[in-house]
């Protein structure tokens, strides 16, 4: 059974600050690996994705993630927070040769304090 | 931002009443996914189509759950007989492809069964 684990149910930080939200999976083949963001009382969002090639992914709004297959992890950083990625982030896998359907993570709450 | 459009936004439901939700994807996008998100952050995979075949469901969706999507119609997904524990935050996603390409969500419907 493929699992994606967050480790961290809560992070706050202050504005201008960097962060790291934490994304492990279990399973050692190909997989897709992606972020997205829920705003409260919204729709997920989607933030990036990695499935090959360079391991540092870039995406919206100043995020990256990185891939580590000896890690099994896929954490996603941002160098300086704004009030507005207070968020719920989820990470989610898909593995191939699936219909695209994804597993997420129980989330971690972002709380950017200005 | 997405463009995956979801009515109601809103649904209250007696015990084994039926509760029918609806989505309307993206426009180009012929793959849609339905994902049941708890109180408590947790997503559960229901079903998933390709134009209006269905790719991949699970036992859930076989038994109390159905779900379409028709031709020049918006996509359902209707509980036959609804259970407390069906209350839930219900997403609709329409993606490019099924795998490998990111999901769109809509806002969600949020049941809740008296």
Redesign the interface.
Known sequence: TQTVSQSDAHVTVFEGDSVELRCNYSYGGSI?L?W?IQHH??????LL?Y?SGNPVVQGVNGFEAEFSKSDSSFHLRKASVHWSDSA?Y?CAA?R?????????G??TVLTVKP | NSKVIQTPRYLVKGQGQKAKMRCIPEKGHPVVFWYQQNKNNEFKFLINFQNQEVLQQIDMTEKRFSAECPSNSPCSLEIQSSEAGDSALYLCASSLSGQGYEQYFGPGTRLTVL
Do not use: A, E, M
């Open positions: 897709y992606s997205y009382g919204r729709g997920l969002q989607f994705k499935y719920v989820f898909s191939p040769p699936n219909t695209g359907k994804l597993t997420f129980d989330g």
